[in-house]
């Protein structure tokens, strides 16, 4: 059967070793990261592969490594994830673990019945490593999920705790952040610690959508979810839209609240896309937190119609989990188009140009 693929690319803003007071990194950059990583999640059990235990970090989304495809050619890297969940919104697969603890080929369904052994049940996680563009892209289907969150506290979660790094040395401190030091750097204890982040890319300064949104934005609205029953520690609007009782408020009951705030605003072109790639949605939800633009018109424009995105048709051949191989060769035949933008801003970055 034919599938409708929806790609989302992202910057990658920080990835590997940083001191306290440094901007760049000093080791452990995105594809040393993806290397190790690999080599890692390839000789792990698949439960093995989230990196937190699920009896103590029950605020954690679970998060194993199913299947790691690597290019030599371009150094890119396939990953397919399983997002551990076990809600009934959208199809909800089951991935038998055999007894060497690697998991069986074919996922099976919730109207199936199990087979014999652990069953962990959740939904694939596609996501495309471009080291050359220092760029993350991910991949959704309708039976697909994409948590960009999830991802990077699989990565920062992988290497901070399971990963091996015998030439450096770690320690944990009493509030759990991992601190680290080259082994023969005693002069200079414990100074880096990993970071891993990621930002929604969105399409150029210089793209004819984004330059015609300029001309014609008179309104910001952002767009938050308030919790009314946990301590937020946010600090401005958010934090003290929390506080107010309105009348006839609607979900009284509920535990949170969805508040817009529109401020009268008149950004440039380069203002719009940072505040698009800082505040902009990364959720699959259509109704969750996000930022968007009034227009002169009064019509309301919202931040992910400006992503940096792609679609594309790829036949599943009946299979519901996607080989990383298979998937990796179908986005490959348009590379270069894909990543075209990418490595413009670059080359832009690089020289000083404009966008």
Same mark, same amino acid.
């Given at each position: 059967?034919?599938?409708?693929?929806?790609?989302?690319?992202?910057?990658?803003?920080?990835?590997?070793?940083?001191?306290?007071?440094?901007?760049? !990194?000093?080791?452990?950059?995105?594809?040393?990261?993806?290397?190790?990583?690999?080599?890692?999640? @390839?000789?792990?059990?698949?439960?093995?592969?989230?990196?937190?235990?699920?009896?103590?970090?029950? $605020?954690?989304?679970?998060?194993?490594?199913?299947?790691?495809?690597?290019?030599?050619?371009?150094?890119?890297?396939?990953?397919?994830?399983?997002?551990?969940?076990?809600?009934?919104?959208?199809?909800?697969?089951?991935?038998?673990?055999?007894?060497?603890?690697?998991?069986?080929?074919?996922?099976?369904?919730? #109207?199936?019945? !199990?087979? @014999?052994?652990?069953? %962990?049940?959740?939904?694939?996680?596609?996501?495309?490593?471009?080291?050359?563009?220092?760029?993350?892209?991910?991949?959704?289907?309708?039976?697909?999920?994409?948590?960009? $969150?999830?991802?990077?506290?699989?990565?920062?979660?992988?290497?901070?705790?399971?990963?091996?790094?015998?030439?450096?040395?770690?320690?944990?401190?009493?509030?759990?952040?991992?601190?680290?030091?080259?082994?023969?750097?005693?002069?200079? !204890?414990? @100074?880096?610690?990993?970071?891993?982040?990621?930002?929604? *890319?969105?399409?150029?300064?210089?793209?004819?959508?984004?330059?015609?949104?300029?001309?014609?934005?008179?309104?910001?609205?952002? *767009?938050?979810?308030?919790?009314?029953?946990?301590?937020?520690? *946010?600090?401005?609007? %958010?934090?003290?839209?929390?506080?107010?009782?309105?009348?006839? #408020?609607? $979900?009284?009951?509920?535990?949170?609240?969805?508040?817009?705030?529109?401020?009268?605003?008149? !950004?440039?072109?380069?203002?719009? *896309?940072?505040?698009?790639?800082?505040?902009?949605?990364?959720?699959?939800?259509?109704?969750?937190?996000?930022?968007?633009?009034?227009?002169?018109?009064?019509?309301?424009?919202?931040?992910?119609?400006?992503?940096?995105?792609?679609?594309?048709?790829?036949?599943?051949?009946?299979?519901?989990?996607?080989?990383?191989?298979?998937?990796?060769?179908?986005?490959?035949?348009?590379?270069?188009?894909?990543?075209?933008?990418?490595?413009?801003?670059?080359?832009?970055?690089?020289?000083?140009?404009?966008?």
């Amino acid at each position: 059967m034919l599938q409708s693929g929806h790609i989302n690319f992202f910057n990658v803003d920080k990835c590997g070793l940083y001191s306290f007071s440094g901007k760049d !990194p000093v080791a452990l950059t995105l594809p040393d990261t993806f290397e190790k990583l690999t080599e890692w999640a @390839k000789a792990r059990s698949f439960e093995t592969t989230n990196p937190w235990d699920p009896k103590k970090n029950k $605020n954690k989304t679970p998060c194993y490594c199913h299947k790691v495809h690597f290019d030599e050619a371009t150094g890119d890297y396939l990953l397919v994830l399983w997002k551990g969940e076990n809600d009934k919104h959208g199809p909800l697969y089951g991935m038998t673990i055999a007894a060497d603890g690697k998991p069986d080929q074919k996922p099976i369904k919730q #109207a199936d019945k !199990p087979k @014999k052994g652990k069953v %962990v049940w959740g939904r694939p996680c596609y996501y495309w490593v471009i080291p050359k563009a220092q760029c993350i892209a991910s991949i959704k289907f309708e039976n697909s999920r994409c948590d960009s $969150n999830m991802f990077q506290d699989w990565v920062a979660g992988s290497m901070n705790f399971r990963v091996e790094l015998p030439e450096y040395k770690k320690v944990t401190t009493d509030s759990g952040l991992v601190r680290l030091q080259f082994s023969e750097d005693e002069s200079n !204890p414990y @100074k880096y610690y990993y970071q891993f982040d990621l930002s929604l *890319r969105t399409l150029s300064t210089s793209s004819a959508p984004l330059q015609e949104l300029g001309k014609k934005v008179t309104h910001i609205i952002r *767009r938050e979810t308030v919790s009314l029953n946990v301590k937020d520690e *946010r600090k401005g609007w %958010v934090k003290t839209f929390g506080e107010i009782i309105l009348p006839y #408020a609607s $979900n009284k009951d509920s535990k949170s609240r969805k508040v817009e705030l529109t401020v009268e605003a008149r !950004p440039t072109v380069e203002e719009i *896309r940072d505040i698009i790639e800082k505040f902009g949605s990364t959720s699959d939800s259509a109704d969750g937190d996000d930022v968007g633009f009034v227009l002169d018109n009064g019509r309301t424009v919202w931040a992910k119609q400006y992503r940096h995105s792609e679609t594309f048709s790829i036949n599943d051949d009946g299979n519901d989990i996607l080989d990383a191989k298979y998937l990796y060769q179908t986005l490959s035949a348009n590379r270069s188009r894909y990543l075209a933008p990418i490595f413009k801003d670059m080359r832009a970055a690089k020289t000083g140009t404009d966008k």
